[in-house]
């Protein structure tokens, strides 16, 4: 498995690529290429070109959820070729805001079931677990099992019943199964990391190996951040690169403080090969 980050917020060493507020990862397997996020606007597909990194042979996007910042750049990816087959999570057209004050604040993809009806891109929508090939899965659904783990309370979305908090019953993360455990690539984990990674493993009934993408830690206090840190070594997991909607206070004490995990902070340009 190669997972390239083709955009994130920040920059490695090579300072010809862009980061933006956003995520893309390109996630190549034996058996498939797989296109997960593709950040706010047309960074991630000017990236890709400059890491030779080809658009025209992949097999699948996957959005982990509606935030403009992981899924505003898929139209520009599909007008310049992009016509994979596109799987999310439900409710993924329901609009996204954060309420700030008297305001919202529109926090959504920018476009619509139309766009996808429009250009004849097949969408897949995954309730629980949707396979796309052997030993490589799309995961939603995640259950709740650490009570501290709650998304912000800024963040809503607009159903049919009005504006209420958002859950993210559109989160879905990518499952690829390898010899030493399951690898999960992550968009924002609104639902928890923590509740993702142990959704993940009791769905699959093996431990999680390695976990890339955003942890959602940024925004967490410190007794959330040290209670985090226990658990994610409890789990004994070996592999961890967050990167994105992590923050730097957390980016810090996990490259401090992960015992045996070893960590990296996966910026713009940084790749991961397993065997």
């Known amino acids: 498995m190669v997972l390239r980050t ?9 300072r010809a690529l862009t980061a933006e507020h956003g995520l893309s990862f390109m996630v190549e397997t034996a058996r498939a290429k797989i296109l997960f996020d593709c950040s706010a606007g047309s960074a991630a597909r000017k990236n890709a070109g400059k890491m030779n990194v080809s658009l025209a042979d992949v097999d699948y996007v996957v959005l982990s959820h509606s935030h403009y910042d992981h899924a505003g750049g898929y139209p520009d990816m599909a007008a310049h070729g992009v016509r ?47 396979t796309l090939e052997k030993g490589c899965h799309v995961v939603g659904g995640f259950k709740r099992f650490y009570e501290f783990e709650k998304a ?16 993210f019953p559109d989160e879905v993360c990518l499952v690829i199964e390898s010899g030493k455990g399951l690898v999960m690539v992550v968009g ?18 093996q431990p999680v190996y390695a976990v890339f993408g955003g942890s959602h830690l ?19 997991i070996a592999l961890a690169g967050f990167n994105h909607c992590t923050g730097d206070t957390a980016q810090s004490r996990l490259a401090e403080s ?11 340009g940084d790749c991961i090969f397993l065997p």
């Not at 924002?188 to 699959?204: A, D, K, Q, Y």
């Not at 992960?258 to 713009?268: E, I, R, T």
């Open 152 to 167: 912000p309370a800024r963040f809503v979305r607009q159903t049919s019943e009005g504006m209420i908090a958002d859950d």
């Open 6 to 14: 083709l955009l994130e917020n920040n920059l490695s060493q090579n």
């Open 218 to 236: 940024v925004e967490a206090d410190e007794e959330r951040l040290l209670e985090t840190m226990k658990i994610l070594k409890d789990m004994g």
């Open 84 to 130: 994979a087959p596109l799987i999310t999570g439900p409710r993924f057209f329901e609009e996204k805001y954060a309420r700030d004050g008297g305001k919202y604040v529109y926090l959504g993809c920018g476009f619509g079931e139309e766009f996808l009806t429009e250009n004849g891109i097949e969408r897949r929508i995954c309730e629980g677990c949707e």
């Open 258 to 268: 992960c015992g045996g995990v070893v960590y990296s902070h996966l910026k713009v």
């Open 188 to 205: 924002c984990s609104h639902p928890g990391i923590l509740n993702m990674i142990r959704s993940v493993r009791e769905r699959f009934g």
